[in-house]
């Protein structure tokens, strides 16, 4: 016969707690991690296309509006057409993203194309902790060189 004195605390079942614990706590942070993973990628995503677009409308010049300057020739882009370029860019070009809208599409100084774009980015997995998505602005700048 075995006899326990008064003051040693039973501690069965004490591990619970902890364990119930830490496997939420590591579940928020595993979607934490997947959310601003894809957050991430659909930034890329969006970069990309916008890159692509960028260039599309610093190709968008005529060969008449190549003038000749003291560092060779130089085209002169007009913003009508790299607007035009870009949504024909669009277009053609496949993509996922949701909401995309162009939100500016212009030559500044009549070398480079700029454009931004914007979209709409949701959580693969919708938490407590992860809004329920926003908006995503990316721009790109592109220039025409000729070599």
């Known amino acids: ?12 079942g004490s591990i619970l707690p ?5 496997g939420f706590l590591s579940l928020v942070l595993i979607l934490l991690i997947v959310a601003a993973t894809s957050l991430y990628l659909e930034r ?11 260039l599309a409308g ?28 870009v949504r024909g ?12 809208a162009v939100e500016r599409a ?10 931004e774009l914007s979209a709409h980015w949701r959580p693969p997995v919708v938490t407590l902790f992860v809004p329920a998505g926003f908006r995503i602005d990316v721009t790109a700048v592109a220039r025409s060189v000729f070599f």
């Open 1 to 12: 016969m075995t006899s326990r004195s008064p003051t040693v605390r039973d501690e069965d």
């Open 44 to 54: 890329k995503r969006l970069f990309t296309i916008a890159d692509g677009a960028a």
């Open 89 to 100: 860019y669009l277009a053609v070009t496949p993509h996922d993203v949701e909401s995309l």
């Open 106 to 115: 212009e030559t500044t100084d009549g070398r480079s194309a700029t454009v």
């Open 58 to 85: 610093a190709e968008a010049f005529e060969l008449d509006g190549v003038s000749l300057a003291s560092g060779g020739p130089r085209p002169r882009l007009v913003s009508a057409e790299v607007a035009a370029a």
């Open 18 to 22: 902890l364990t119930i614990f830490y």
